[in-house]
């Protein structure tokens, strides 16, 4: 029952460039959703997250888009830096409840 | 002076052996989190504790079990291990259930043999 979804495993983007990261839901229920960033041998950490009344939320270069409709949500990061290579997870929580992760987006900014 | 920190960082053992791994966080708060990440990177929530009551207890092996002696603490024991408990074991806390930020630890690479 995977209800958050991450279908690209990498992405490696040119340093300076936009990084676009894809997160799909399954359960329309969810109403706040988190993006959490990951070192190796370290824990995730929160990145950015956006609530369900709103469809963007901007912390400098990091912007995370909702689609409701589509059950979609985005993580932009403008422009990317080499120190964002990192494994980007998504997350997704109903009424306060637990949180449903996605498997991961591995990010590799080529400087 | 980090947050929340686990220890070991990694656990290799054999199969049928108990073992714990321990959990602090200095950030105050009142709840905290085991999650599970097994090999297909699925980040799994197992427990959540809540001022030393069980809140959440996803359909985990009751070989696991969850111990808070207090706020600051929530220990994982793992009894009889078997070979499919080989994952990483993270730590989390937030400032209160349904709150919506979470601090990880650093994780707990669990090799069962």
């Known amino acids: 029952d995977q209800q958050v979804k991450q279908n690209s495993p990498s992405l490696s983007v040119q340093e300076g460039r936009i990084s676009i990261l894809n997160c799909d839901y399954t359960n329309s229920m969810f109403d706040y959703f988190l993006w959490y960033k990951k070192y190796p041998a370290e824990g995730p950490t929160f990145l950015i997250s956006i609530s369900s009344i709103k469809d963007k939320n901007e912390d400098g270069r990091f912007t995370v888009f909702l689609n409701k409709s589509a059950k979609h949500l985005s993580l932009h990061i403008v422009p990317s830096q080499p120190g964002d290579s990192a494994v980007y997870f998504c997350a997704a929580s109903a009424f306060g409840n637990q949180f449903y992760f996605g498997t991961g987006t591995s990010l590799t900014v080529i400087p | 002076d980090t947050a929340v920190s686990q220890t070991p960082k990694y656990l290799v053992t054999q199969m049928g052996n108990d073992k714990s791994i321990k959990c602090e966080q200095n950030l105050g708060h009142d709840t905290m989190y085991w999650y599970k990440q097994d090999s297909k990177k699925f980040l799994k929530i197992m427990f959540s504790y809540n001022n030393k009551e069980l809140i959440i207890n996803e359909t985990v092996p009751n070989r696991f079990s969850p111990k808070s002696p207090d706020k600051a603490h929530l220990n994982l024991h793992i009894n009889s291990l078997e070979l499919g408990d080989s994952a990483v074991y993270f730590c989390?806390?937030?400032?209160?259930?349904?709150?919506?930020?979470?601090?990880f630890g650093p994780g707990t690479r669990l090799t069962v043999l």
């Open positions: 989390a806390s937030s400032q209160a259930a349904g709150s919506n930020e979470q601090f």
